[in-house]
């Protein structure tokens, strides 16, 4: 067992491997269960074997962050799109001084490549601008566990607008879990109040991940067009998560999300993992 584990830790750190069999060993680091690509069974498993084998030449566009806005308004229209200050191939593009005084910088290519800025005359725009080389040097296919839709997506910039919402004084992200155009749960989530699975219901659902946080959020007074949104993104994918927020009243798209927690974190309690697992009819190949 214990030479199990380190053998598991060492191929983690081999991103060269070939990813069928890194994608199988990196499951197993993360979750300590083995992975069967010839009979997945729970929902982490699934998506394991979605970033393998699940080569839909749409899912480059839909991870990368400007250019999925060509499809959300193909699909639903402009208006639910967030307004775009502009997109850029180097932080050396960007012309602080025609900025906003609020807006928010992204890496297109990945996720946690996000800059809030609330104030421009505070930023510091030399750390800034490491920031987004560095944010520019990443790959997420090697980043992570090698998520196949990632890893030609070419590394940009793009600046948005500042949302916030004057209803709850806050930004709630409500990503919806879609299987084959059908919303089954959903997360909301904000900075602020933490993370929380309902219905579509809105009732707490019985499970979650391990940490509990100790608040409620509210439902939105837009959540059944949130959910209608989501269906209309949704239909044609086996799973995908997609994610709104509201602000003030108006649904406003976020992201498209194939792979959650790159197939990571276990719903906790433990039997949820396959009840999820069961909405999740995977392709043939």
Known sequence: MILRKFWVKLIKTFKFLPQKFYVKHYYEYYTGKKLDYNNPIEFNQKLSWYK???????????????????????????????DCIGVYNSPKEIDWDKLPEKFVIKGVHGC???????????????????????????????????EWAYKNVKPRLIIEQFMQDEITNDLIDYKFYCFDGEPKFLIAQSDTLGKYFYSLNWEEMPFGWKKKDPN?????????????????????????????YSVNGSSVFGEMTFYPTDARKEFYPEKYNKIVGDYFKLPLI
């Open 216 to 244: 409620k959020i509210n439902k939105p007074t837009n959540f059944n067009e949130l959910i209608d949104l989501s269906k209309k993104l949704s239909e044609g994918f086996p799973f995908v998560r997609v994610d709104f």
């Open 112 to 146: 946690n490549f996000n800059l809030v800025v609330t104030d421009k005359s505070k930023v510091n725009k030399t750390k800034a601008n490491l920031k987004m080389y560095k944010w520019l040097n990443k790959n997420q296919y090697y980043r992570g566990g090698l």
């Open 52 to 82: 393998v084998f699940y080569r839909n030449p749409l899912l480059p566009k839909l991870v990368d962050k400007y250019a999925v806005r060509e499809f959300v308004e193909e699909k639903i229209g402009k208006q639910y799109l967030n």
